[in-house]
């Protein structure tokens, strides 16, 4: 299914064309990002958790020592994506390996440690607690918020289309095999552990080892079992992180190609030396989110706008172009060889909605209607001024040249009808080495 993913490099592949439009570039970047620095933050929460568990609870982290696991993390992934990119496909596929078998652990253990102390299904599929001050229908709202977090990259394949052959059939097909793998497993997974942990969530919530799975692996497993599960839960964490690091990195390069960035003619260059990579995107995404991550520091609750930044991003980013095809492409639209038929206008809309049902969602704060400074979610500012930014960017200076994206197509490799498309679409890069260091 996929060529050059495994090389983890950015070269030329014909019937690959990027053709997102708009200003939902900047968005798209942020949500990507966001979703890196929430990955990588709680894998620094999840390590630290092994810490506290081998200390019986009595260390407790500071945020300054979260926050430097958090960038030791983020760091090592800017290293391992500029250095590895020759066997990232096979890392890829260690990775998928690593998933299932964290999981199988996950409903083979619990189940077992707890013996006969498991929990009835009223407590798993009716029972709804409220722990914050909202009122209850909207507590049951919020709780979206994590499933809607988990299923955050599920067009990660799209980000790597220029580098897949066949990627027209390739990336729909892996989109929907991820989400339905995703569905059925998290699906289990959130039965087994509802079954087996303890209905008292305030100690769940509340544990001394500062992660409520950590707590829930304790009592079942005991210490040496909840520290070998949690152990392979932060390397699962530690490899999506390395995993989304590289599709942001891909997905800045080809907007920075576009000329779609602030300062894309830095970020769209490649190296050669290190294998045709965008060294300088990956490393862009990486300061980005190390900045990002200083949220840590401001209180728990701004912490907390690491997830939601990526949900509000991302939803931008994928609800744009629907929109955009719905209200206006109706009349431009040609279908591909991956489509929905009469269902793909209903299935549009739906979309819609539920990508505008996420962005609300992320925007409120986890701890009442009354929030302070200490107790707001900072994704509201952050995003407004990014996507604000955006708009006033395409406004000013933008709107002036950028016409549509660019292709990395080789004419002399196209049919007549194939070149008349591509040159009437936009301007084409005939090349990667002009881009190149």
Known sequence: MVRNVEEGNVQDSKGAVDTTLGSEEDAAALGLVGGLVSIDYGFSLMLLSVVVIANDGNWAPSDGIVYAVFLACILCHGVLASSMSKIMGKLQTTFVVMNFVLI??????LPIGRGSQRNDAHFIFVELSNLTTWPQGWTFMLAWLSPIWTIGAFDSCVHMSEEAANAVIAVPYGIVFSIGSCWLFGFICVIVIAACMDTNLTNVLGSSF???????YYDAVGKRGAIALMTLLFIVQFMMGLSITV???RKTWAFSRDGALPFSSFFRVINKKLGHIPFRAI??????????GLLSLIAPAAAQALFSLAVAGNNVAWGTPILCRLVWGQHKFKPGPFYTGRFSVPLGWTAIAFLSFGIVLSMFPVGGPNPTAATMNYTVVINSCVWGGALLYYALSARKWFTRPKTTLALDDLSETEEREITGAGPVVKGLEDHAV
């Open 283 to 292: 490393w862009g995404c990486v300061v980005l989110g190390a900045v990002l």
């Open 210 to 216: 500062g992660q409520p799975m950590a707590q829930i």
């Open 247 to 249: 599709a942001a990195s």
């Open 104 to 109: 199988l652990a996950t409903i083979i253990a």
